[in-house]
């Protein structure tokens, strides 16, 4: 009960910024301002998230959703712990009005919160390591697709690299810190799970 309470809560708070927020400026609608947040991991990690969340309530005990909904907590615990580990040293002291403020509070730390509290407490079903590595899939495919479009797209679609990645140059030490901060979430994950 707790759980679905949790789960409904993250697909409730989720939705309600990616319609209201995302796709909206100056109480319109805005179609290219929803696009140009969809760019980003947070916002992607969140909305698989939420629907992995609306599927647990809805097949509390379907080992799909129960994997999806792993994969969803991995990926927002990953832009949770970017948040504080990496872009909150390089924005500065004012890190907390930049990256914690208004919805950013609800997408960088409060439904990844729930999505562990709910995964790790409420939908225990113990995991293997190979299950563990899944969790990895979404920054693995989102970091390869991120070069591309900050260095090789054509540059009418290329991206900033926003999130500074590729600042001097060292993409591949960037990625390769984030798969290897990845792989070490999963661990914790699956450690939770099988306590």
């Not at 991120?146 to 540059?155: Q, S, T, V």
Request: hydrophobic share 55%.
């Amino acid at each position: 009960m707790i759980g679905t309470i949790l789960n409904a809560a993250i697909f409730l708070i989720t939705t309600y910024i990616a319609v209201f927020v995302f796709f909206r400026r100056e109480h319109r609608w805005d179609l290219q301002r929803g696009k140009k947040a969809l760019r980003f991991f947070t916002a992607q990690s969140n909305i698989l998230c939420a629907a992995a969340a609306l599927l647990m309530c809805i097949f509390p005990h379907s080992r799909t959703a129960w994997l999806l909904k792993y994969i969803g907590t991995a990926a927002v615990t990953v832009t949770m712990l970017t948040v504080f580990l990496f872009l909150a040293p390089s924005v500065g002291k004012d890190w907390i009005s930049v990256l914690l403020k208004g919805p950013d509070l609800f997408m960088h730390l409060i439904t990844p919160l729930l999505a562990l509290l709910s995964f790790c407490v409420f939908e225990k079903q113990g995991m293997d390591f190979a299950t563990a590595l899944a969790g990895m899939l979404p920054v693995a495919v989102y970091g390869p697709w991120y070069l591309y479009k900050i260095r090789f797209a054509p540059e009418a679609k290329r991206w900033d690299d926003f999130y500074g990645f590729n600042r001097g140059g060292k993409w591949p030490v960037s990625f390769a810190l984030m798969l290897t901060g990845t792989f070490l979430i999963c661990m914790g994950i699956m450690a939770l799970q099988n306590l």
